[in-house]
């Protein structure tokens, strides 16, 4: 019976995050079908004559109107398009503060003047406890005025809670006291979304010396800096 159970566990884990990708992959295909599908013409599309539906035909359109999309916003005219239309929605109540706000999370999310580049090691939420943040930036404007005048310079730092990374904190901290650590950002990802049981592969520590060369670099990086 024991042999039986480790085989029915080893089996489930191998088993259940094939399945689950594959029902997630199988149900966005779908949606996006179900979106664009109804906006193509049906002599324009495949199903008109086969007999049997292609799932995916909608995602491949979808994926090349986006394409298009951010083509011709590369060009004057498209630019001029987007700006007036950026206008129109700002002068639109309500739509105005949805529209930016959106604008600005996706902004930030794929850009990557603002993406996380290393992760690190502060002790929150007291001494002695130590938590996984990924390095955003260092402090600029008007929090770094107010900390320059200390002659220290802070660290941005996302905090991303267990089990689910989306939410978390925005925290400053000054850059002696953060540790930088070797393993990189999906590494450390794994562990804060596993709470410690999946690890990097190679996982070895950065010594004090090592810690401060790769900080004196993050700064010299423009990326970041």
């Not at 884990?13 to 193509?40: E, N, Q």
């Not at 929090?143 to 400053?172: H, K, W």
């Not at 540790?179 to 004090?208: C, F, N, W, Y």
Request: neutral net charge; proline residues 7%; glycine residues 6%.
């Amino acid at each position: 019976m024991t042999r039986l159970r480790n085989y029915f566990l080893t089996g489930f884990v191998i088993c259940a995050p094939l399945a689950i990708t594959a029902w997630v992959t199988w149900s966005f295909v779908r949606w996006v079908d179900g979106w664009v599908k109804p906006y193509i013409p049906l002599r324009y599309t495949p199903d008109a004559y086969l007999p049997f539906a292609i799932p995916g035909f909608g995602l491949v359109v979808a994926l090349l109107l986006i394409t298009l999309v951010g083509f011709l916003t590369a060009s004057l005219i498209g630019r001029t398009v987007v700006d007036w239309s950026e206008r129109l929605l700002g002068r639109t109540p309500l739509v105005r503060s949805l529209y930016q706000a959106l604008k600005q999370i996706f902004e930030t999310v794929f850009s990557s003047q603002s993406s996380f580049k290393q992760a690190a090691l502060i002790e929150y939420p007291r001494r002695g406890i130590w938590s996984i943040v990924l390095i955003a930036t260092t402090a600029k404007g008007e929090i770094a005025s107010i900390f320059e005048a200390d002659g220290q310079e802070m660290l941005a730092v996302f905090l991303p809670p267990t089990p689910n990374p989306t939410s978390g904190f925005l925290l400053y901290v000054p850059r002696e006291d953060v540790k930088i650590l070797s393993m990189g950002v999906e590494d450390a990802m794994k562990l804060v979304v596993s709470a410690g049981i999946v690890g990097p592969e190679t996982d070895r520590p950065v010594t004090q010396a090592e810690a401060t060369r790769i900080v004196e670099e993050r700064a010299r990086d423009p990326e970041v800096a």
